[in-house]
C-alpha cells in the first residue's frame, strides 16, 4: 500500500478485499480521490471487524464475496456493534452480487462501486469518478442517520386484499437516491393495500438494480411492486418503479393516465431523475398529487416538488435527522416548502392521512 505524509484534515478509511492486489489498487485510487487517507487494509470481513475495532476509520470500503465473514455479514455486525459510512464493491454482471449489493444497501451501507471485470479488476481506474462521488457522499453521511438501527422489515397492515385495480386518480411521487433503498424498505411495506392512489418512484439506480429493488419491495409488501413499462395506464394500488437509465413521465390526466418511459439526456447527471417526472406529475394530476423527497445528494426533485404544490398539490419532506444525506430533502424544503416534514418511520402514516383528508378536500374544493 502506498504511504502517504499523515495528513490531520483526511478522512480516514479501511479497505476490505479477499484480494492483496485489489488492496493495493482500491487504497491507491482512495488517496488519490481527495481528503482520503488509508490508515489499513483487511483481507475478510473478520479481520475488517478487528481492524475497525482498533483503527476507528471514519469510512469503509468493503468487498461483498469474502472467505470467513463475507462483507454483508460484516456490515451487518458493523452497523450493529460500531456504526459508519460503508461503501460497499461489488463485482459488476453478477446477479447473486448484484442481490448481495441491494441487500446490504438495505442494511445501511451508505453506496456501491461496482468493479468493472470481476472481483479482481485490474481497470478499476475505470470507476475512479464513481469512487470519488461514494467517499464524498460518506464524507457528507449525516451519522445520527447511520448510527441508528438499521429498519427492520415491518409486517404489512392486516386489511382485506384490495379489488381489481382501477385507473388512478391520485398519485405519491416519489425521489430517493443515497439511502433510499433501505428508505423504501421501510415506506412502502407499511402502506396498505387498499391504498386508493398509486405510487411512483425514481430511485437514482443502475438498471442492472432497479428490477431487483422493484422485487424485493414486492415481496414485502402488500402492495403489487414493479419496474415501471412504457405505454401502461397507471392504476391505483400499485407501485411503479422507474428503470434505470431511463427518465419516467405520466401522460393524460386522472382516471386515464400512461407511463411514458424514455432515452432523454440525464438530468443533474443521473437518468432516471425526478425532476422530470414530477413535472409531468404536476400537469395531469395537480391537486390530486402527493410529491415526496427522500435521502440524497444534490437537488433533484427540488424543482419538480415547486410545481407540485404550485399546481394544487402536496409536499412530504423527509427531515434531517432521518436522512443518510439530506442534500435533496434540503434544496426541496428550500425551493418548494412541505405540507409536512417526516421521520421516515412517520412517512407512511403521513401519505394515508395526507390521501385521507388533504387530497381528498382539494378534489372536492
Known amino acids: 500500500m502506498i504511504q502517504l505524509a499523515p495528513n490531520s484534515d483526511a478522512t480516514t478509511v479501511l479497505v476490505v478485499d479477499d484480494s492483496a492486489f485489489m488492496r493495493k489498487l482500491i487504497a491507491e485510487l482512495v488517496e488519490a480521490s481527495g481528503p482520503f487517507r488509508v490508515i489499513g487494509t483487511a483481507s475478510d470481513g473478520i479481520e475488517a471487524l478487528q481492524k475497525v475495532r482498533i483503527l476507528k476509520p471514519q469510512i469503509v470500503t468493503l468487498d461483498i464475496e469474502m472467505p470467513r465473514l463475507n462483507g454483508l455479514q460484516a456490515l451487518e455486525q458493523i452497523m450493529a456493534e460500531m456504526p459508519r459510512p460503508v461503501v460497499m464493491l461489488s463485482a459488476a454482471g453478477s446477479d447473486l452480487g448484484n442481490e448481495m449489493t441491494l441487500r446490504a444497501l438495505e442494511r445501511g451501507a451508505l453506496e456501491f462501486v461496482r468493479k468493472p471485470s470481476g472481483p479482481v479488476s485490474i481497470d478499476l481506474s475505470k470507476v475512479r469518478e464513481q469512487l470519488r462521488s461514494a467517499l464524498e457522499a460518506a464524507r457528507a453521511v449525516n451519522m445520527q442517520s447511520v448510527t441508528s438501527a438499521p429498519p427492520s422489515t415491518p409486517l404489512p397492515p392486516t386489511v382485506p386484499e384490495a379489488p381489481s385495480p382501477d385507473a388512478a386518480t391520485r398519485v405519491i411521487a416519489i425521489a430517493s437516491s443515497t439511502g433510499g433503498p433501505r428508505a423504501l424498505a421501510e415506506i412502502i411495506p407499511r402502506l396498505p393495500a387498499q391504498l386508493g392512489a398509486a405510487v411512483i418512484i425514481v430511485q437514482h439506480m443502475p438498471h442492472e438494480f432497479t428490477k431487483l429493488l422493484a422485487s424485493r419491495l414486492d415481496a414485502m409488501s402488500q402492495l403489487w411492486v414493479g419496474e415501471a413499462i412504457s405505454g401502461k395506464t397507471l392504476r391505483e394500488n400499485r407501485v411503479y418503479v422507474a428503470p434505470g437509465g431511463q427518465h419516467m413521465r405520466l401522460r393524460g390526466s386522472p382516471g386515464s393516465a400512461t407511463i411514458e418511459l424514455d432515452n432523454t439526456p ?79 418511520e412517520e412517512m407512511a402514516p403521513t401519505i394515508v392521512k395526507m390521501l385521507s383528508t388533504k387530497l381528498r378536500k382539494k378534489q372536492h374544493a
Open 266 to 344: 440525464p438530468m443533474w447527471g443521473v437518468r432516471p431523475a425526478a425532476d422530470p417526472l414530477f413535472f409531468s406529475v404536476a400537469e395531469s394530476f395537480g391537486s390530486s398529487a402527493i410529491g415526496i423527497v427522500l435521502t440524497g445528494m444534490g437537488r433533484d426533485g427540488a424543482e419538480g416538488l415547486k410545481r407540485i404544490r404550485d399546481a394544487g398539490g402536496a409536499a412530504i419532506v423527509q427531515d434531517r435527522e432521518s436522512s443518510v444525506i439530506y442534500g435533496m430533502p434540503q434544496a426541496a424544503l428550500a425551493a418548494a416548502g412541505a405540507d409536512s416534514v417526516a421521520t421516515i
